[in-house]
C-alpha cells in the first residue's frame, strides 16, 4: 500500500504565482515525522522541513509555508510568488516511529516554472 | 564537516557486469541507508546497515543485489550481472542512530546507466 501519495505530477505556474504541492500519507503510528524534500535539475536531494506528529504547527520559511492536518492525513507544501529556481521535484515523505528511521517517499511533484 | 560521500556520481555498465557504489557516511554516523530511484519514481528503501550489520534489507531485490558496511571503510552496495532495469540512481543516507528524531542525511547519489 502507498504510504505517502502526491496526487499531483506535473505542475507548471508562471513566475511569481504560488504554488501549492499536495502531500497525503498512511500510518498506523500515533509518532511519526513527514518531511519534504527538493530535487533540482543537478540531482541532488536538499532536505526542506521535518515536522513530528505531535507537533501541527504550521511554519512559514521565507516564500515557503507548511501546512499539517492530522485529521484529514495531509502535510501540504506551499511555494510563495514562485521562482525559475524553485524549478524541481519535490519529494514529501514519511518516517515511522518502529521503522528504523528508514523513510518512505511519494513519487514527487515536478513544479515548472516559467519565467 | 563532509557530508555524505557517494562515488562514483556516474557510473556506466554494459549488461552482465558489476556494479560498486560507494557511501561513506558523515563522520560518526554508523547508520547507513540505501535508496533507488528509478525514473520518473520516487525513492524506493532498499537496506538498512549498521556497522557491519544488515538491520532491514526488505527493500532489497533477492538476487544480484548486496550491501555492506564493514568496520572500516565505506559502505558498498553491490549489483552483480546488471540489466537495463537496473539503471537508476542509488541514493545512500546516513544518521547516528535508528531514532526517528535523528535527521538522515543524503548523498548527492550515483546515476547507473546499464547499457
Known amino acids: 500500500a502507498q504510504k505517502v501519495t502526491q496526487a499531483q505530477t506535473e505542475i507548471s505556474v508562471v513566475e511569481k504565482e504560488d504554488v501549492t504541492l499536495d502531500c497525503v500519507y498512511e500510518t498506523r503510528d500515533t509518532t511519526y515525522y513527514l518531511f519534504w524534500y527538493k530535487q533540482p535539475p543537478s540531482g541532488e536531494l536538499v532536505f526542506l522541513i521535518r515536522r513530528n506528529s505531535f507537533d501541527e504547527q504550521n511554519e512559514i520559511s521565507g516564500r515557503y509555508s507548511w501546512n499539517f492536518q492530522k485529521s484529514t492525513s495531509s502535510f501540504n507544501f506551499t511555494i510563495t510568488a514562485s521562482q525559475v529556481v524553485d524549478s524541481a521535484v519535490y519529494f514529501c515523505?514519511?518516517?515511522?516511529?518502529?521503522?528504523?528511521?528508514?523513510?518512505?517517499f511519494g513519487k514527487g511533484n515536478q513544479v515548472v516554472v516559467i519565467p | 564537516n563532509a557530508g555524505v560521500m557517494q562515488n562514483p556520481r556516474h557510473l556506466v555498465r554494459r549488461r552482465g557486469q558489476e556494479a560498486r557504489l560507494r557511501c561513506s557516511p558523515v563522520k560518526g554516523h554508523s547508520h547507513v541507508y540505501w535508496y533507488r530511484q528509478l525514473p520518473e519514481e520516487g525513492l524506493k528503501f532498499m537496506v538498512y546497515?549498521?556497522?557491519?550489520?544488515?538491520?532491514?534489507e526488505s527493500g532489497m531485490p533477492k538476487e544480484r543485489f548486496s550491501a555492506e558496511f564493514p568496520k572500516e571503510g565505506p559502505s558498498i552496495l553491490r549489483i552483480q550481472q546488471v540489466v537495463r532495469g537496473d539503471s537508476a540512481a542509488y541514493f545512500c543516507?546516513?544518521?547516528?542512530?535508528?531514532?526517528?528524531?535523528?535527521?538522515?542525511?543524503f548523498g548527492q547519489g550515483t546515476r547507473l546507466t546499464v547499457v
Open positions: 546497515l549498521q556497522k557491519e550489520n544488515i538491520i532491514d
Open positions: 543516507a546516513s544518521s547516528p542512530s535508528s531514532a526517528m528524531n535523528t535527521e538522515a542525511f
Open positions: 515523505a514519511l518516517s515511522e516511529a518502529y521503522g528504523n528511521n528508514r523513510l518512505a
